[in-house]
């Protein structure tokens, strides 16, 4: 007879089982949120260090979640790139407008089909025998697909000229952590600053 013996575990391997299992949900929630296509524009000396006000584009609602959301999220790309981002309302010399937009693509659903029912029979040195098969679809229907967009345009602020631009997008399926609007905020303002100012005309992936 096999004895086996179950030794008490320290509170060292309970602390490194958690730590194991905090990176591996972390790991896991990194590699579902998808790339970033990013394009950026600008001409002559873009502007470096200077201060900033973050304003939402004509026509955005800035005082909406989603917009708070999204110029934090952008604040803190601007910031990290060396920017002084000023309070709202406070005067700036650059100006940093923000756009967004979120769709969603819905794929139609072909599981319309009937049931199939599969019979089979099979006979052997022991008789025979009669099986019935029902296939069913079970997967549930397809995901919808999120696609987040962010566009920040950066201008002198006295005059309007405009010194440096960038799009990005990133698409997610409905219901995994990309598709959030706090986490897809981060994820494209942090692609769209990311080396910047980045090559002008150049369409780029961002992982």
Not at 16 to 26: D, K, Q, R, W
Not at 107 to 117: C, I, L, Y
Request: glycine share 14%; proline share 7%.
């Amino acid at each position: 007879m096999m004895i086996h013996r179950f030794l008490p575990l320290r509170l060292s391997d309970v602390r490194y089982l958690g730590l194991a299992v905090g990176l591996a949900l972390l790991s896991g929630c990194a590699a579902s949120i998808a790339p970033v296509d990013v394009t950026r524009f600008h001409v002559g000396n873009v502007p470096r260090g200077e201060s900033v006000a973050v304003v939402a584009t004509p026509g955005v609602d800035g005082s909406s979640i989603e917009y708070r959301t999204y110029a934090n999220a952008v604040r803190t790309a601007l910031t990290r790139s060396g920017f002084a981002v000023v309070d709202a309302g406070a005067p700036a010399p650059l100006i940093a407008s923000i756009d967004y937009a979120t769709t969603i693509d819905r794929p139609v659903d072909t599981r319309g089909k009937p049931v199939s029912v599969g019979v089979g029979g099979s006979t052997g040195s022991y008789g025979g025998g009669l099986g019935v098969g029902i296939g069913i679809d079970l997967s549930g229907p397809p995901k919808a697909i999120i696609a987040s967009r962010l566009a920040v345009q950066l201008r002198r602020g006295p005059s309007g000229e405009a010194l440096w631009e960038g799009r990005a997008e990133t698409r997610a399926k409905e219901g995994t952590p990309g598709a959030q609007p706090g986490i897809a905020a981060g994820k494209l303002a942090d692609a769209l600053f990311r080396d910047y100012p980045g090559q002008s005309g150049a369409t780029i992936t961002v992982k």
